[in-house]
């Protein structure tokens, strides 16, 4: 994999070697931008699976190249030669050509399971790869998602037109090779581009949301929703995030939880007994985060709301204007402008608060906590990193800030 598509870069390295080689680095970004003075740095947390970790397996979908990197030949159940027309996989590092794997030592087995008898069914289907190049064909991308105790697998075709009869035939002929396959959805995406997910998804068969469970706590994940990709990782993450918040205390103590996805970090905080408020754009993981929250029976103790961050100041609930704890967990872009000058604010105005940024990419992290620091007078105080991605270059940041 190393060679091919350039992601594992420590997959052929002992994993501690290469553990504390991005360790050191991202300890050097952080340094660089002088946040580190008055801060604790805590040994990184190694991932509990250095390999087969990952639960979520997004693949693009392009014709097959005979000569591509990593080209896997086909075969049906019979053992017959099928003529290979789907290259499934990853883009090649810097490019659009498809690394092919029937296999990654990063994803979990069920997935890897299910790599090889997938591109064997599609073979055999009357369905066509997209070609991006001249906007033609009508499966683009395969998201596939394993639940990491059960085994339990959803698969969302990203299509250009409606596939129903024929995606669902294709379903039952991997249901019949022993897969388990418990939630299958459709995403239409007909624009041009590198969006992976398009604006419409149908349930195809089976579950709604695939079930998940961290920290004790129940789960239902969409086909389009936000979840970590290393879920046993995420839970010894999870649990640190518990630990510094700590038990709330006072009246009706307010937390923030901004980017908030499915909200897994604002029920962990609603168990403590802060009133929560996150914020998620995609309206999708919000209604799953909502229909978390009443599954855990902490509906009463977190609210969420469907907006951008940056556009969120002037919908906040007037309960919520104070908060005593702010976690944010945005993507690897990190925060917006607007964001950073509002959470400053947020905490100059607030000295007893509190300030945790979860962060996958150390970059933007050093970049936003710069300008929060200069802004507010905080400063950060401990900064722990865990193994969200064995073998790549990434690592999950966790940042807490206090004012004294």
């Given at each position: 994999?190393?060679?091919?598509?350039?992601?594992?870069?420590?997959?052929?390295?002992?994993?501690?070697?290469?553990?504390?080689?991005?360790?050191?680095?991202?300890?050097?970004?952080?340094?660089?931008?002088?946040?580190?003075?008055?801060?604790?740095?805590?040994?990184?947390?190694?991932?509990?699976?250095?390999?087969?970790?990952?639960?979520?397996?997004?693949?693009?979908?392009?014709?097959?190249?005979?000569?591509?990197?990593?080209?896997?030949?086909?075969?049906?159940?019979?053992?017959?030669?099928?003529?290979?027309?789907?290259?499934?996989?990853?883009?090649?590092?810097?490019?659009?050509?498809?690394?092919?794997?029937?296999?990654?030592?990063?994803?979990?087995?069920?997935?890897?399971?299910?790599l090889h008898d997938l591109r064997s069914e599609l073979n055999r289907s009357p369905l066509t790869p997209y070609d991006e190049q001249r906007h033609t064909g009508q499966i683009?991308?395969?998201?596939?998602?394993?639940?990491?105790?059960?085994?339990?697998?959803?698969?969302?075709?990203?299509?250009?037109?409606?596939?129903?009869?024929?995606?669902?035939?294709?379903?039952?002929?991997?249901?019949?090779?022993?897969?388990?396959?418990?939630?299958?959805?459709?995403?239409?995406?007909?624009?041009?581009?590198?969006?992976?997910?398009?604006?419409?998804?149908?349930?195809?068969?089976?579950?709604?949301?695939?079930?998940?469970?961290?920290?004790?706590?129940?789960?239902?994940?969409?086909?389009?929703?936000?979840?970590?990709?290393?879920?046993?990782?995420?839970?010894n993450l999870y649990r640190r995030v518990e630990a510094v918040a700590g038990a709330a205390t006072g009246s009706a103590p307010v937390a923030w939880d901004l980017y908030c996805g499915t909200g897994q970090i604002s029920l962990v905080l609603a168990r403590l007994g802060y009133r929560v408020l996150g914020v998620e754009?995609?309206?999708?993981?919000?209604?799953?985060?909502?229909?978390?929250?009443?599954?855990?029976?902490?509906?009463?103790?977190?609210?969420?709301?469907?907006?951008?961050?940056?556009?969120?100041?002037?919908?906040?609930?007037?309960?919520?204007?104070?908060?005593?704890?702010?976690?944010?967990?945005?993507?690897?872009?990190?925060?917006?402008?607007?964001?950073?000058?509002?959470?400053?604010?947020?905490?100059?105005?607030?000295?007893?608060?509190?300030?945790?940024?979860?962060?996958?990419?150390?970059?933007?992290?050093?970049?936003?906590?710069?300008?929060?620091?200069?802004?507010?007078?905080?400063?950060?105080?401990?900064?722990?990193?865990?193994?969200?991605?064995?073998?790549?270059?990434?690592?999950?940041?966790?940042?807490?800030?206090?004012?004294?």
């Amino acid at each position: 994999m190393k060679s091919q598509c350039g992601a594992c870069k420590y997959v052929n390295q002992d994993y501690s070697e290469g553990l504390q080689a991005k360790f050191n680095a991202g300890v050097a970004v952080l340094q660089e931008a002088q946040l580190l003075s008055k801060a604790r740095v805590l040994a990184p947390v190694s991932s509990p699976h250095p390999l087969a970790y990952r639960s979520l397996a997004k693949l693009a979908v392009r014709p097959a190249r005979p000569n591509a990197i990593g080209f896997a030949q086909s075969y049906s159940p019979e053992g017959e030669r099928l003529v290979n027309r789907f290259g499934i996989g990853l883009f090649a590092s810097g490019s659009h050509d498809i690394v092919d794997m029937d296999s990654c030592p990063l994803h979990t087995q069920p997935i890897q399971n299910l790599l090889h008898d997938l591109r064997s069914e599609l073979n055999r289907s009357p369905l066509t790869p997209y070609d991006e190049q001249r906007h033609t064909g009508q499966i683009r991308y395969i998201a596939i998602r394993a639940a990491h105790l059960t085994g339990e697998l959803m698969i969302t075709f990203v299509v250009t037109e409606p596939l129903k009869v024929e995606l669902r035939r294709l379903i039952s002929s991997l249901q019949r090779r022993g897969h388990k396959i418990n939630s299958v959805h459709m995403n239409l995406n007909t624009e041009p581009g590198n969006a992976i997910f398009g604006g419409t998804t149908i349930r195809l068969a089976g579950s709604e949301r695939l079930r998940e469970s961290l920290c004790d706590l129940a789960f239902e994940v969409g086909p389009t929703s936000f979840f970590q990709v290393n879920p046993w990782q995420a839970i010894n993450l999870y649990r640190r995030v518990e630990a510094v918040a700590g038990a709330a205390t006072g009246s009706a103590p307010v937390a923030w939880d901004l980017y908030c996805g499915t909200g897994q970090i604002s029920l962990v905080l609603a168990r403590l007994g802060y009133r929560v408020l996150g914020v998620e754009e995609n309206d999708a993981a919000v209604k799953d985060a909502e229909a978390n929250a009443r599954k855990n029976r902490l509906a009463d103790s977190a609210t969420f709301l469907a907006a951008r961050v940056e556009d969120a100041e002037a919908l906040l609930p007037s309960w919520s204007q104070s908060p005593s704890l702010i976690v944010v967990n945005p993507s690897r872009r990190g925060l917006a402008e607007s964001t950073r000058k509002h959470v400053a604010r947020m905490l100059a105005n607030q000295p007893q608060a509190r300030f945790l940024y979860v962060s996958c990419d150390v970059n933007t992290l050093a970049r936003d906590l710069k300008v929060i620091c200069e802004l507010s007078g905080f400063q950060v105080r401990q900064v722990e990193p865990f193994d969200m991605f064995p073998q790549t270059d990434n690592m999950e940041w966790l940042a807490v800030l206090n004012r004294s």
